[in-house]
C-alpha cells in the first residue's frame, strides 16, 4: 500500500510571507533592492512630467521638462553607477534630489504641476522603508515642510495650508507607522534568524551526541555552538567533582581569551554562578560587572551558566562569559539549558553504551565473562605471548552429567550450581588470570605466563576442590578437565581446539580427570568423532534452553520437561532398556514441547477451555518440535518427539497411530507426559494423589496408554519408587 503523503504545509498570510521574505534579506540585498526601488521612483517621476506636458496645460513647460530630464538622468546614472543606485549616500542624496525636484517643477510652473505633489508620499515610504528612522524622520518632516512651502505660495494660501497641513499630518502619521511596523518586522526577522541558527546548532550537537562521538567532543562542540550564537567571548563546560569543586572538561574560548581552559579545577564558591546553580539547580547569570566566573577571568566579564542534570543529579554545568559593555543577551542562561541537556544526553548515552558493553561480554548467571569476552581476551593474551615469547595456557573444566543435576534439583537450583562454581573458579584465580563461562556448563581458565605442566596443576587443584565442595542440598558433582599450551599449540584457534580435544577425551575416558593435551595420545581418538561429540553437546545445550523458555512462559509448567525426562528415563530402566537407550530418551524427553515456542501465547496461557481450531493449533506442536529437533538428534529422537501424544485407540495427534503402530519410546513419553500433567501442583488445579493417578492410569490402558507403559508404571509402583503420600491441599471436590 502506498504511505501516505506527507502533510501540506499550512497556507501563508501575508503578515508571515513579509516575515520569511525579510527574513531572507540581508544588507546586501535590502540595499540592491532599495537601489532598484531608488531608480524605478526616479524614471516613474520624470515620465510623469513628460505626461504632465503632453497632457496638461501647463505654464512653463520648460522648468517642467527641465525637472523631468534632471529626473530621468538621476534614474539612468543610478542604474549605471551601483555606488549611486544603493550606497547610503547616494540614496541620501536620491531622496534630497527628490524632494527638490518635486517643489522645483510644483513653484516653477506657478502650481500648474501640482500632480507632482502625490509623488512626495513616494519620499515618506522609501525613507520609512529602507532608512534608519532618525534619517527617515528627517525626510518625513522634509516632504510636509515642502508640501507647506509651496502651499504658503499659493494666492489663497489660508485655504491651501490647511489642506497641506492635514497633508503633512498624514505623512508623519504614515511615516511613523510604517518606520514602528519595519522595526516589527526587522524585530522578527532577527528573532527568527536567531531562532534558526539556534535550532541548527541544537541539530548539529543532537547529530553527534546520536552518533555516539566522545563525551569530550560533545562538550568541544557545545561550547563552540554555544558561543556562537550567544556571542560569548567563551563558552565551557565545568563538571562537579565535590562539593566545592569544578573541572573544565570541554571549552571554546575568542583567541586572545583564555576564560576557560580544560582540566582547570577551581572552587564553585568563587564563582559567579556556579555555586548558585549547584545550590539551586537552575540557570543563573551575572550581569554586574567584578564578578569573575572563574578566579583569573577579566574582572569585566559577565556570565550566564546552565545546569547539566543527569538522572536528576546536577553533574556540573554550562557557562559562558562575555566582556562586551552590552553583556549578554536577554534570556542567555535559558537558553543555555537546552544545550545543556543535550550535554546531559550524550553523558547518558555514552554510560549507557559502557553498560550494554559490559552486559555484552558479562554472561548474567555467573557474572563472569562469556564466550566472547573469552575469545577477545585471547586474542590479546596470544599476541601478547607471542611478541615476549611467553607461557599461556587455556584450561577447560566441564561439570559432569550437568543434566543429570538438572533432572535431579530442578534448573534453578541447577543453575545455582554453576553460579557456585564460578566462584570457586574465581576464587583460585590470580590477578593476571582470566575465569570466564566459555558455554554451557563449561568455563574457561587462562592462564598467561604459565607451562602447560604448571597449569596441568592448576587444573587438578580445581577438580578436586569442586569434587570437594558440597552444595545446596548435599549435591557432590564431580568435573573434566581439559587444557592445552601455546607451546604446543601455536594458535588461538589452536589452543581452544586442543583444549576442547584434551577435554573430550577425558570425557570419554570415565570423567572426573585432568588430562593435557598430547597429540600421541588424544590423536588415537577420531577427530571426526570429538568434533560431533563436542558440537552435539552445544546443540542439545541450545535445545534445552528453548525448553526453558517454554516452560518458563507459563508458571503452572516450569520444570516441567525435566520432570518428565526423569519420569521418562525411570519408566525405560523398569522396561529393561540399557543405560544407552535410556540416555536418548531422557534426551528426547527435555525437549518433547520445544515446538510451543510456536503457538502464539493467547493460545498457549489461555486460562478457559480452548476451542476446536485453537485445540488445532496446539496439536501442530508435536510435528514443528520434530522438525525443530531434526538436525540434532537421531531418527529415533525425532519420532519419540513427533508421536509422543498418539494413543493406541488412534485418537491421537499428529499421525492418528494406534497401539500396534507405535513405538515403545513413544508410550513412555506420552505416559510420562500425562503422569507430571496429573501429579504436579499447577496454579489453576491441586495435584492429583499419587494413588487416585494410578487407578485412571489403568483405566485408561489400551486407550490413551499403552500397556507397556502401564506395567512400567506398575513396576515403578510395586518398587516403591513412586510416593503413595496424598498431597497436601487435594480436595477431589475441587
Given at each position: ?213 566522545p563525551p569530550k567532543a560533545i562538550f568541544t562542540l557545545v561550547a563552540a555552538e554555544v558561543a556562537g550564537i550567544l556571542h560569548a567571548d567563551a563558552c565551557g563546560v565545568m563538571r562537579f567533582r565535590d562539593e566545592d569543586h569544578a573541572e573544565v572538561v570541554g571549552a571554546w574560548n575568542r583567541p586572545g581569551v583564555g576564560f576557560y581552559a580544560a582540566g582547570t579545577v577551581f572552587r564553585t564558591s568563587a564563582s559567579a554562578t556556579m555555586g548558585e546553580v549547584r545550590r539551586t539547580g537552575l540557570p543563573a547569570r551575572a550581569d554586574r560587572a567584578g564578578d569573575p566566573e572563574v578566579p583569573g577571568m577579566d574582572p569585566r566579564s559577565r556570565a550566564a551558566s546552565a545546569p547539566v542534570l543527569v538522572a536528576e543529579r546536577c553533574w556540573g554545568a554550562l557557562g559562558i562569559t562575555s566582556v562586551a559593555p552590552e553583556g549578554l543577551p536577554a534570556g542567555a542562561e535559558h537558553r543555555l539549558a537546552e544545550f545543556a541537556a543535550l ?392
Amino acid at each position: 500500500m502506498d504511505a501516505a503523503p506527507p502533510p501540506a504545509d499550512p497556507p501563508l498570510t501575508p503578515a508571515r510571507r513579509i516575515v520569511r521574505g525579510l527574513a531572507a534579506l540581508d544588507s546586501t540585498t535590502e540595499a540592491r533592492l532599495a537601489g532598484r526601488v531608488n531608480v524605478t521612483m526616479f524614471l516613474g517621476g520624470g515620465l510623469a512630467g513628460i505626461g504632465l506636458v503632453v497632457l496638461g496645460d501647463i505654464r512653463h513647460q520648460g522648468v517642467l521638462l527641465a525637472v523631468a530630464a534632471i529626473a530621468i538622468g538621476w534614474a539612468l546614472l543610478a542604474a549605471l553607477v551601483p555606488g549611486v543606485r544603493r550606497s547610503p549616500r547616494g540614496l541620501t542624496t536620491s531622496s534630497t534630489l527628490g524632494l527638490a525636484l518635486i517643489a522645483a517643477g510644483y513653484v516653477g510652473t506657478e502650481g500648474d504641476a501640482v500632480a507632482l505633489l502625490p509623488l512626495l508620499w513616494f519620499v515618506v515610504v522609501f525613507s520609512a522603508v529602507f532608512y534608519p528612522w532618525r534619517r527617515a524622520a528627517v525626510f518625513i518632516a522634509g516632504a510636509a515642510a515642502v508640501d507647506l512651502s509651496v502651499a504658503a505660495l499659493e494666492p489663497a494660501y489660508d485655504q491651501q495650508l490647511s489642506t497641506a497641513a492635514i497633508r503633512a499630518g498624514t505623512y508623519v502619521v504614515v511615516g511613523a507607522l510604517a518606520i514602528l511596523s519595519r522595526h516589527v518586522l526587522l524585530h522578527l526577522r532577527d528573532a527568527q534568524q536567531r531562532h534558526g541558527a539556534e535550532q541548527a546548532a541544537l541539530r548539529r550537537v543532537a547529530t553527534a551526541v546520536a552518533a555516539g562521538s566522545p563525551p569530550k567532543a560533545i562538550f568541544t562542540l557545545v561550547a563552540a555552538e554555544v558561543a556562537g550564537i550567544l556571542h560569548a567571548d567563551a563558552c565551557g563546560v565545568m563538571r562537579f567533582r565535590d562539593e566545592d569543586h569544578a573541572e573544565v572538561v570541554g571549552a571554546w574560548n575568542r583567541p586572545g581569551v583564555g576564560f576557560y581552559a580544560a582540566g582547570t579545577v577551581f572552587r564553585t564558591s568563587a564563582s559567579a554562578t556556579m555555586g548558585e546553580v549547584r545550590r539551586t539547580g537552575l540557570p543563573a547569570r551575572a550581569d554586574r560587572a567584578g564578578d569573575p566566573e572563574v578566579p583569573g577571568m577579566d574582572p569585566r566579564s559577565r556570565a550566564a551558566s546552565a545546569p547539566v542534570l543527569v538522572a536528576e543529579r546536577c553533574w556540573g554545568a554550562l557557562g559562558i562569559t562575555s566582556v562586551a559593555p552590552e553583556g549578554l543577551p536577554a534570556g542567555a542562561e535559558h537558553r543555555l539549558a537546552e544545550f545543556a541537556a543535550l550535554i546531559a544526553t550524550a553523558i547518558i548515552n555514552a554510560d549507557d553504551r559502557q553498560r550494554l558493553l559490559e552486559l555484552a561480554a558479562t554472561d548474567v548467571l555467573t557474572g563472569l565473562p562469556n564466550r566472547a569476552a573469552l575469545a577477545d581476551r585471547l586474542e590479546s593474551e596470544a599476541a601478547r605471548a607471542g611478541r615476549h615469547r611467553r607461557a599461556l595456557s587455556l584450561v577447560l573444566v566441564d561439570v559432569d552429567r550437568f543434566a543429570s543435576v538438572v533432572d535431579r534439583v530442578g534448573s534453578d537450583a541447577a543453575d545455582e550450581v554453576l553460579a557456585q562454581v564460578a566462584r570457586i573458579l574465581q576464587g583460585k584465580a590470580r590477578a593476571e588470570d582470566f575465569v570466564a563461562r566459555h558455554g554451557g556448563d563449561v568455563f574457561a581458565f587462562l592462564l598467561p605466563e604459565t607451562t602447560a605442566e604448571q597449569a596441568y596443576g592448576v587444573a587438578e587443584r580445581i577438580r578436586r576442590r569442586l569434587g570437594a565442595e558440597q552444595f545446596d542440598g548435599g549435591l557432590r558433582i564431580t568435573a573434566t578437565v581439559g587444557l592445552a599450551d601455546l607451546a604446543s599449540s601455536p594458535s588461538v584457534d589452536l589452543l581452544v581446539r586442543d583444549a576442547q580435544r584434551a577435554l573430550y577425551w577425558g570425557k570419554s575416558h570415565g570423567r572426573d580427570i585432568a588430562w593435557r593435551y598430547d597429540p600421541t595420545v588424544v590423536g588415537e581418538l577420531d577427530a571426526a568423532e570429538r568434533q560431533v561429540g563436542v558440537e552435539h553437546e552445544a546443540a542439545i545445550a541450545g535445545l534445552r534452553a528453548l525448553a526453558r523458555a517454554v516452560d518458563a512462559k507459563d508458571s503452572a509448567t516450569r520444570e516441567h520437561a525435566e520432570r518428565v525426562a526423569a519420569m521418562a528415563t525411570r519408566l525405560a530402566a523398569a522396561r529393561g532398556w540399557p543405560e544407552r537407550r535410556q540416555a536418548l530418551l531422557r534426551e528426547a524427553a527435555v525437549v518433547h514441547d520445544v515446538g510451543k515456542i510456536g503457538i502464539p501465547d493467547a493460545i498457549l496461557l489461555k486460562p478457559s477451555r480452548l476451542t476446536d481450531s485453537e485445540f488445532e493449533v496446539v496439536k501442530t506442536h508435536a510435528e514443528l518440535g520434530a522438525r525443530i529437533v531434526g538436525d540434532v538428534l537421531s531418527p529415533e529422537q525425532v519420532e519419540w518427539i513427533r508421536r509422543h501424544h498418539e494413543r493406541p485407540d488412534g485418537r491421537g495427534y499428529p499421525a492418528g497411530l494406534t497401539g500396534d503402530e507405535m513405538e515403545e519410546g513413544c508410550g513412555l513419553l506420552a505416559l510420562a507426559d500425562a503422569w507430571d500433567a496429573m501429579t504436579a501442583p499447577r496454579s489453576y488445579s491441586p495435584p492429583m494423589p499419587v494413588d487416585l493417578a494410578l487407578q485412571e492410569i489403568r483405566a485408561l490402558r489400551g486407550q490413551q496408554f499403552t500397556a507397556e507403559a502401564v506395567e512400567a508404571l506398575e513396576a515403578l509402583a510395586e518398587a516403591g519408587e513412586l510416593p503413595l503420600d496424598q498431597p497436601a491441599g487435594y480436595n477431589p471436590a475441587r
